[in-house]
């Protein structure tokens, strides 16, 4: 873990040292970069989630609500489970993508 340590301090150190317009610079070509990666993530994820909607004709919120149907299938509640960690990463990277958008 202490390596860990060295490279962050090694990295603030070097990022410090930079001039003002260069520290800025740096700060919004990765925050564009970041954001870029997140709206790549947020889109596969709306498709993944868009892909069990249209696979079971339903909507997700409506089974959040009403729960799987009693003659739900392996392969449904398997394909539920991973409909809902998609659905988890759209909000996890809106919020991602939200705190990014002022830099």
């Known amino acids: ?3 860990i340590v060295e490279v962050d301090e090694k990295i603030e150190n070097a990022f410090m040292s930079l001039p003002s317009e260069d520290k800025t ?5 990765g925050a564009a970069i970041r954001f870029s990666e997140l709206s790549k993530r947020h889109f596969l994820a709306g ?12 909507k997700l919120s409506e089974l959040q ?8 299938d392996f392969e449904m509640h ?9 659905s988890d990463v759209i909000e996890k ?3 991602q993508m939200e705190a ?3 830099l």
């Open 1 to 3: 873990m202490g390596g």
């Open 25 to 29: 610079a740096v700060i919004r070509h």
């Open 47 to 58: 498709e993944k989630v868009r892909s069990f909607e249209e696979k079971y004709a339903v």
């Open 65 to 72: 609500e009403s729960g799987l149907p009693d003659d739900a």
């Open 78 to 86: 398997e394909d539920y489970i991973m409909c809902c960690h998609w």
């Open 93 to 95: 990277t809106e919020k």
């Open 100 to 102: 990014l958008r002022p």
